[in-house]
């Protein structure tokens, strides 16, 4: 009995402290990443195999089992299922607990039901182009970003990116085969994207198959986009061979540049990099999330069980959008269907797609015409 007693003291104190922690500071992430961060340091013997990308069960998707990736808002064409143009799906962080550092990939996990949301609310906006391949890989768990070690951080992202890199690989040799492809990523995946896209594509015969990177929601300065050889930001709505980039923010806040420079900002309602605000009647819509995204930070990675289904009919004109010192800044979204995606203080990082699903969607097909009317006319990329 006494030990239950001390054990239940210990709990409530806990809690007391937390609280008073998250009183204090305001700032309830920090206390989480003290609460329910790794015990242990970096431990090779906690990680998954390494994926092999000739077993289907490595891929969120591929057009053979496309799955949630083929979903479309009420109202929308169905997705296609024959294209000349792939693209290669790098998804963000599902993996929000603290048992390692990276993903163990258990299929039966809130982390797997996380993926699944992003395959339906994010890389489906790509499925009115292109045939849509999305490793699974063992992603950096969400602590590396809060309370890692700079040692274990850059372990924790070489180990995720090391997959990323073979899944591009193998898409390369086995699916693509010489044929144009997209690149599409938010956050996490973002950060290994443009590093797959200086390492591997950019100043190399990859760079003229590139049609073009949506890279989102991580910082991206213009000072790393500088330093690309052919491979430039995107200077309007058709340009090839390009990425465009976007931190999606809230009006009236004042979004965290992280200390690392004035990030590069392309709109996504008027494709113009940095510029003037563009007017919401520029919306061709934004479709409100399917399925609920698991954000149990504490806690086991159960799954919860969480269904998607059809997507809703797009909403026009959902907001202005302007590029403001790196940061695309929009509409306040309080009492929309978008408001459980503000991460708090008006940071909308998870509107990064689903605010602009129908913008990203014509875009990437207006992309794709303009690479293959200039393959016409040009030659076909080496």
Partial sequence: MKIFLRVVLIAVALLIAAAAAIYFTGNTITVIAMVGRQSHGWDMAYKAPAPDYADAKNWAAFPAKPGLTALVPKGVPPAVTQSQVDVFFIHPTGYLHGADWNSRMDPHTATEENTNWMLANQASAFNGCCLIYAPRYREASIYRYLSAS???????????????????????????????????????????????????????????????????????????????????????????????????????????????????????????????????????????????????????????????????????????????NGFLIVADQSGTPFAKLDLGRGNYHGMDYPLFAIDIRENAKARVEAYIKDQLTDGPAP
């Fill in 150 to 324: 700079p040692d274990i951080a850059r372990k924790a992202a070489d180990l995720a990116y090391g997959d990323v890199d073979r899944a591009f690989s193998y898409f390369l040799e086995h699916y693509s085969k010489g044929r144009p492809f997209i690149i599409a990523s938010h956050s996490q995946g973002t950060e290994h994207g443009f590093r797959l896209l200086r390492e591997r594509i950019d100043g190399t015969p990859l760079a003229a198959r590139l049609v073009a990177a949506y890279l989102i929601g991580y910082p991206m300065t213009d000072e790393a986009a500088a330093k690309l050889k052919t491979v430039h930001v995107c200077t309007n709505a058709t340009d090839t061979h390009c990425f465009v980039h976007w931190q999606t923010w809230g009006e009236g806040n004042s979004p965290d540049s992280r200390g690392g420079g004035k990030a590069v900002c392309v709109n996504p309602l008027n494709w113009q990099r940095d510029g003037t605000m563009a007017a919401k009647s520029l919306s061709r819509g934004a479709v409100p999330p399917s399925g609920k995204f698991a954000p149990g930070f504490l806690g086991s990675d159960t799954p919860t069980g969480t269904v998607f289904g059809p997507l809703d009919p797009p909403i026009r004109a959902a907001t202005w959008a302007e590029c403001r």
